[in-house]
């Protein structure tokens, strides 16, 4: 039987959360360290992140994991965008779901075999909208984590909500991550924006691993001229205003959304999408044998 989010504990956390008096809510609260369970060990955690939504932030993640998986790494994703998750349909897994077994959760498993975890896999329907307050979406959040048989792996990606949200704090405070990627495009406001993000991360004492523009520029298919439909790219400038790596540059390319929304990205996307960002990746591991 599928999976059921434990409503119980969740609104066990609610209550500690809000508290019971102004005694208690006069006191701080540190933040609750995350465990994972004895059945899986982890070597690198990286979060994926934007400041803001529809930059492509999913693909990004999608695409490191399966370039990692190509290079022979064992891989996992946490959706961690809990009330919009995209990554089991990229992955083909639309209408599958996540497994209960002694109180652990199974991940959902790719062609490719890359474990997943979402809250699409858990929902009756993936349609169905998440109607969860904060306290609820940080219960569910530990409960992928720390409750999950991952297994071995070499990376868990983490595919954060966009912006700089209770989720992207927990995920900061709670989980050993050791570094982010950042998201963006070529618009003038998403470089106010994801300078939001880069200074929470900043703030947070989370090492950046780079920043990845994503719809820099498209190809013409007559001609083959580059076409820069959101401006030129800003990338350069953003990186050294803020004194991080950029990585790569990702083209528009009308295959990778319609993969996505069949299910077959896995199977088709064009190896070295992003070969400075898998490059930083691999050297984590690298630097760590």
Not at 19 to 40: D, I, K, M, V, W
Not at 87 to 94: E, H, R, T, W, Y
Not at 110 to 135: A, C, F, Y
Request: with cysteine; net charge negative.
């Amino acid at each position: 039987m599928a999976v059921d989010i434990d409503k119980e504990a969740l609104r066990r956390e609610v209550a500690q959360t809000l508290g019971h008096g102004r005694a208690h809510e006069q006191q701080p609260r540190s933040p609750q360290l995350f465990e994972l369970t004895e059945h899986a060990h982890v070597k690198h955690i990286i979060g994926v992140i934007s400041g803001k939504g529809g930059v492509g932030k999913s693909l990004i993640c999608g695409a490191c994991a399966i370039e990692l998986k190509r290079q022979g790494f064992n891989v996992g994703i946490l959706d961690a965008d809990i009330t919009g998750p995209s990554i089991p349909k990229m992955f083909g897994l639309s209408g599958q779901h996540a497994y209960g077994k002694d109180d652990k959760i199974i991940p959902a498993r790719s062609s490719q075999d890359i474990k997943i975890m979402s809250t699409n896999l858990v929902v009756e329907h993936e349609t169905d909208p998440v109607l969860w307050r904060g306290p609820m979406l940080m219960g569910a959040l530990k409960q992928f984590f720390e409750d999950t048989l991952w297994g071995n792996l070499d990376y868990l990606l983490i595919d954060m909500p966009p912006g700089t949200g209770d989720v992207a704090i927990t995920v900061f405070q709670s989980m050993p991550i050791d570094g982010v990627i950042i998201v963006s495009s070529p618009q003038d406001l998403v470089q106010m924006v994801v300078g939001k993000a880069l200074k929470m991360a900043k703030m947070m004492q989370v090492d950046i691993l780079g920043i990845v523009e994503n719809m820099s520029f498209i190809k013409c298919p007559d001609c083959d001229k580059t076409i820069y439909p959101y401006g030129e790219s800003h990338l350069l400038d953003t990186s050294q205003h803020f004194n991080v790596c950029a990585l790569d540059q990702v083209e528009i390319m009308p295959y990778i959304a319609q993969s996505c929304d069949t299910g077959l990205l896995e199977t088709t996307l064009q190896t070295g999408l992003i070969p400075k960002t898998l490059k930083v990746l691999t050297d984590l591991e690298a630097q760590q044998n």
